[in-house]
């Protein structure tokens, strides 16, 4: 839509607030809003001011000026307020020189679309997430100086099988949730108004189903989108199931690793590029794919330790990323092999349809951030036409002694991520998609913010483990 129409959308639907929406750097939509009297054809372009120095990872205190500057095409009524009111996602701009501000992710995810046309390998980058999540009855948390704690509950979960007071039974065991049909998937209808306010919203939805794990582990698939619209709609797809789940009186995590012994919540994310319409990773080499196609797996396994500090970017991540759960920690591609941290999907041999699926990611992550980083590695590995060696069919899982070993492996704490991200990261400078200065403010509010304070503080278990020594 353009500016205009946005306004003529907004008098047709009797709107009386305006929302501006925008993303953190770590990746949690932020909002203020204003009255319908206020937002002009001019806001367009001159933005709305807010203080920066409030938003985690921005400006200090004494340059904290920001303007947020909606995007016309991202305007939708909001389905979770009472009054009627426009929802707008917005880009920053520093007030004083009018630049888009370097460390807004979408900013940066949309300097990683322009890089990849100016590159001319392709015009276009489709993404398209999975992102798993939980749908829980209860939790409740704290952390203090003489207690910690967390306590999740859910109806549907397998430890509640001998709960007394109206339980009717069909929980789903652990890691036997996939696919079960109600009574034992409990929540069909929830994930179906999900997907209802996700239509209405201008998202495609291919299918939702449980997932896995047991208490109410889902999953709803989008159709695939460029980059950057691909991260607004994932952004607003977490706004619907959280507060869909609000209105059954329930709450959603996309932690990555919120049980102890079931399966973790990924974002098994599928990627292509696409030029004057034809689709570039469809060709004649292994599993129906192009040489570009593996060129650019080449570079996505090549850079997968420090792609991890922004794919996988919480402490939690790591939990999730560990053999025995079908995590993909394996750093092998393979066609069908879900064992492989990169997988050519077989569904379909229509050329339009080929794109690789990489599965580490998980949905803790910024997407404007990650699907930026993932797409300029994949180049680097075209420009430098990196081979990322023999697909390996075999069920990475089982593999034992030097056969297992010769096989590279996600790393295995967030502290790993950014040793690594800070020993290779020049890949993600090019075409100034991000900057210096934004890398070290990632590393160092993920060291600062989360690192150390887990650091610190005694684990629970801990307690388990050494009361009595």
């Known amino acids: 839509m353009t500016p205009k129409e946005v306004l003529e959308f907004a008098k047709k639907n009797k709107v009386e607030m305006v929302d501006f929406k925008f993303v953190d750097f770590p990746g949690v939509w932020q909002h203020f809003a204003t009255p319908i009297g206020e937002f002009t054809e001019k806001t367009f372009e001159e933005g709305s001011g807010f203080d920066g120095s409030s938003i985690r990872g921005w400006q200090a205190i004494n340059d904290s000026d920001m303007l947020a500057v909606p995007d016309p095409d991202t305007a939708i009524m909001d389905p979770f307020t009472k009054i009627p009111t426009l929802s707008v996602v917005c880009n920053i701009k520093d007030p004083v020189t009018k630049e888009l501000y370097s460390k807004d992710p979408r900013t940066i995810a949309q300097k990683a679309e322009a890089y990849l046309k100016s590159t001319g390998i392709g015009e276009t980058s489709y993404f398209g997430p999975e992102a798993e999540f939980f749908i829980f009855d209860a939790v409740r948390f704290d952390q203090n100086a003489q207690s910690g704690y967390y306590f999740i509950d859910s109806d549907e979960g397998v430890w509640n099988s001998g709960k007394e007071g109206g339980n009717l039974g ?45 208490a109410g582990q889902a999953e709803i698939d989008m159709r695939f989108s460029p980059l950057t619209k691909m991260a607004d709609q994932l952004m607003l797809y977490k706004y619907i199931c959280k507060n869909v789940a609000k209105r059954y009186g329930k709450t959603v995590t996309f932690m990555p690793k919120p049980l102890f012994g079931d399966n973790g919540s990924g974002m098994h994310t ?25 060129y650019y797996i080449g570079g996505i396994l090549k850079h997968s330790h420090a792609l991890a500090a922004l794919t996988n ?48 990611p998980d ?8 699907f930026s980083a993932m797409l300029l590695a994949g180049l680097d590995g075209i420009e430098n036409k990196i081979d990322p060696g023999d697909p390996i069919e075999k069920d990475l899982y089982d593999l034992k002694g030097t056969e ?25 400078l090019k075409g100034g998609v991000f900057t210096e200065e934004t890398l070290t403010t990632w590393m160092e509010y993920k060291k600062n913010k989360e690192i150390d304070p887990m650091r610190l503080r005694p684990h629970p278990y801990e307690f388990f483990l050494y009361y009595d020594l």
């Not at 949905?363 to 990650?370: M, R």
């Not at 096989?407 to 290779?424: F, N, V």
Request: hydrophobic share 35%; proline share 9%.
């Open 313 to 360: 970017p919480t402490t939690n991540s790591y939990k999730r990323l560990t053999p025995g759960f079908e995590a993909p920690v394996n750093l092998a591609y393979s066609s069908r092999n879900r064992s492989a941290s990169i997988r050519i999907p077989m569904y379909s041999e229509n050329p339009k349809a080929k794109r690789i699926e990489v599965r580490f």
């Open 363 to 370: 949905p803790s992550c910024n997407p404007y951030l990650a």
């Open 270 to 294: 599928h990627q292509s590029i696409w030029k004057k319409g034809k689709p570039l990773f469809a060709g004649n080499e292994y599993a129906g794919v192009s040489q570009m196609c593996l």
């Open 170 to 214: 069909y929980k789903p065991r652990h890691k036997e949730g996939y696919f079960p049909v109600p009574p034992t998937d409990s929540q069909e209808d929830i994930r179906a108004e999900m997907v209802r306010e996700m239509e209405k919203a201008g998202i495609i939805v291919e299918k939702e189903h449980h997932e896995v794990a047991t």
């Open 404 to 428: 297992a070993a010769q096989i590279r492996t996600m790393p295995g704490s967030l502290d790993e991520a950014l040793a690594a991200l800070e020993a290779d990261h020049a890949f993600l």
